[in-house]
């Protein structure tokens, strides 16, 4: 397959003053090795025959093996290895590089111990789609080869086990010619429609046993197909008449890719159809939200666009994550005809119930919906025009806020930035949809996917990797929580020089979690007041620029003014354009908006 090219390399952007390309970083010395000579120089080739460009790695001795062969065979280039802290992180890179090129990337996580510190992000990648090839160890299989100890403790019996219910697709391979087609396998399955991660272990004993004879060459691409997943003529067609005999459809713009076309096409589907869009911060940016189509707040169904969807009387759902929810909010038993067009159903599975409810559906296209837009635009044609004229956006009155709350952050942010490209990496659940505008599909790459905490620092230093130079600037607005568990994320950005802003939305508590005790307080009529016990991370207050500094990070705060944090924002991304990271520490109080905790507290009910 071609290398990845971001599809906003021909927009204008300021690109770092000091742009260190990552492949001149540690350089080996020369090995003299051309030729296979162990079972892990077969692994350590594939990789780059599959061209796979990075895999971040948390050290351990069960691979050490490979390890050796990716520096001492392949010279540490193509893949280029990225040192990690924690195996979160690894796999949380790997992810954000995804949700910007589509394609996987490995991470490498050592034995049974490792991968339990990996399972949460390699949840969030499963919950979100994405493509991750994670490589893993055991200590030997042969329990004769086995060391004293370390190696029992290390080794399971089915240590895939532990990830089965939230990868695609796992395996053990027990032969060099196996470990190649597993990672010939798995790369093409994590990277084929529905996407998401896979996880391949392999034995140490067979990492490290030298090879008794060379394995014939072989075309990797030949081993990864596209698979077409077109919908039929005959449904497209279905599909067509249905919304242009609508009187007003909905469409739901739900998992896309980050394809500047098939955005586009999606634009005009909508306005072919006059239809009313709606979208989603927990996925990445899909429509316009600027434009007059598109209905209500990025958040899911909330009361401005709970109308648009009772008055529709045709629903186009672009694989939104939770069809059933969206309808459920409207009334038990929608009238409107229901056109679902996904592949997700292809791997539902009876442990994680990440597929949500069962919504009902008319019309059932099995395709992936970047596929099928364009022909439905084709069918429909571009002459038509709106049944029902849009309703102009409803805008909040700009208004200075009370306080000093996140929104005060976006208002700095839109300041400083202006009208340079940029792409939020990372947003907090707090964020509402008036304090930014997505007019691209990189100007916002979604949430983590698994509602965990931890996964925005590696997600976002992922993406930021995949963005580099793109002209793109990449920011990443996390909450303390987050960031905090998160944080070791930042010292391999700043080892590798990837450039990225980030800016802690720091209201020293876990705060979504005080909604849930208040909730609990009015419910059983106690006091509110103690909603904070146990959630408030104060006394001592923790300094998360100096964390940020003490892993070589321009920090910048604490601010605790919303007069002062202008000036520093752009001395911030003054040092992300000479090629740095930095952290930017906001001191926002503890809290939300009215509207934002009004919807929280129905979400919670």
Not at 195 to 200: C, D, F, L, S, T
Not at 575 to 584: E, M, P
Request: aromatic share 6%; with cysteine; glycine share 8%.
């Amino acid at each position: 397959m071609p290398p990845y090219r971001p599809a906003t390399a021909r927009h204008s952007g300021k690109p770092a003053a000091t742009d260190t390309p990552i492949g001149v970083l540690e350089r080996p010395t020369p090995a003299g090795v051309n030729a296979p000579g162990f079972g892990s120089d077969v692994v350590a080739e594939t990789l780059r025959a599959l061209e796979i460009p990075y895999i971040a790695v948390t050290p351990g001795a069960s691979y050490r093996g490979l390890h050796d062969s990716i520096v001492n065979y392949l010279g540490n280039t193509a893949p280029q290895m990225l040192l990690c802290v924690h195996e979160e992180s690894a796999v949380a890179i790997a992810h954000g590089y995804a949700k910007v090129t589509g394609r996987a990337m490995a991470a490498a996580v050592h034995s049974n111990v490792g991968l339990q510190h990996a399972s949460m992000a390699i949840f969030n990648a499963w919950c979100d789609r994405m493509p991750v090839v994670v490589l893993g160890a055991t200590g030997p299989v042969d329990a004769m080869k086995r060391r004293p100890w370390i190696d029992w403790i290390h080794t399971a019996r089915d240590q895939g086990a532990l990830v089965r219910d939230y990868t695609k697709w796992d395996d053990q391979p027990a032969s060099p010619g196996a470990a190649r087609e597993a990672l010939l396998r798995g790369t093409w399955i994590a990277n084929t429609a529905p996407q998401g991660p896979v996880y391949i272990n392999l034995d140490a004993e067979m990492q490290e046993a030298k090879l008794a004879e060379q394995l014939p060459p072989i075309d990797a691409a030949r081993y990864m197909p596209p698979v077409v997943t077109a919908a039929p003529a005959d449904l497209i067609a279905k599909a067509a008449a249905m919304l242009k005999s609508a009187r007003q459809v909905v469409m739901l713009a739900g998992r896309t890719s980050r394809g500047e076309e098939a955005w586009n096409a999606r634009v005009a589907l909508a306005e072919a159809l006059g239809a009313q869009v709606v979208t989603d911060l927990k996925i990445g940016a899909s429509f316009p939200t600027d434009h007059p189509l598109h209905a209500g707040a990025p958040r899911d169904v909330t009361p401005d666009t709970i109308p648009a969807i009772r008055h529709a009387d045709v629903i186009l759902s672009l694989d939104w994550v939770d069809l059933a929810g969206a309808l459920r909010a409207v009334g038990p038993s929608p009238a409107a005809k229901i056109i679902q067009i996904s592949l997700d159903h292809r791997i539902h599975n009876g442990w994680s119930m990440d597929h949500q409810a069962l919504p009902p559906v008319d019309l059932f296209l099995s395709t992936d919906p970047d596929l099928v837009v364009p022909e439905l635009v084709k069918a429909i044609g571009g002459a038509g025009k709106p049944r029902v004229a849009p309703q102009p956006q409803a805008q909040a009155a700009d208004r200075e806020p009370a306080g000093f709350t996140n929104e005060h952050i976006a208002r700095a942010l839109r300041q400083v930035i202006g009208a340079r490209p940029t792409t939020l990496t990372h947003l907090p659940i707090s964020c509402e949809d008036r304090w930014w505008t997505f007019r691209h599909p990189l100007d916002f790459l979604g949430s983590d996917g698994g509602g965990g905490v931890g996964g925005g620092p590696g997600i976002s230093v992922g993406a930021a990797l995949a963005l580099k130079n793109s002209g793109r600037l990449p920011v990443a607005v996390c909450g303390d929580g987050d960031y905090l568990m998160g944080v070791t994320a930042v010292w391999t950005a700043v080892h590798y020089k990837i450039p990225l802003l980030f800016v802690i939305a720091n209201n020293r508590s876990f705060y979504n979690d005080e909604l849930h005790q208040e909730r609990m307080a009015r419910m059983r009529a106690r006091p509110v007041e103690n909603k904070w016990i146990g959630q408030r991370m104060a006394d001592p207050d923790i300094d998360l620029a100096a964390m940020g500094r003490a892993q070589g990070a321009a920090g910048f705060g604490p601010i605790a003014k919303a007069s002062d944090l202008p000036a520093a924002l752009e001395k911030a991304i003054a040092a992300v354009d000479a090629g740095q990271v930095a952290v930017v520490d906001v001191r926002v109080e503890p809290g939300y908006s009215a509207g934002l905790t009004a919807a929280m507290t129905r979400a919670k009910s």
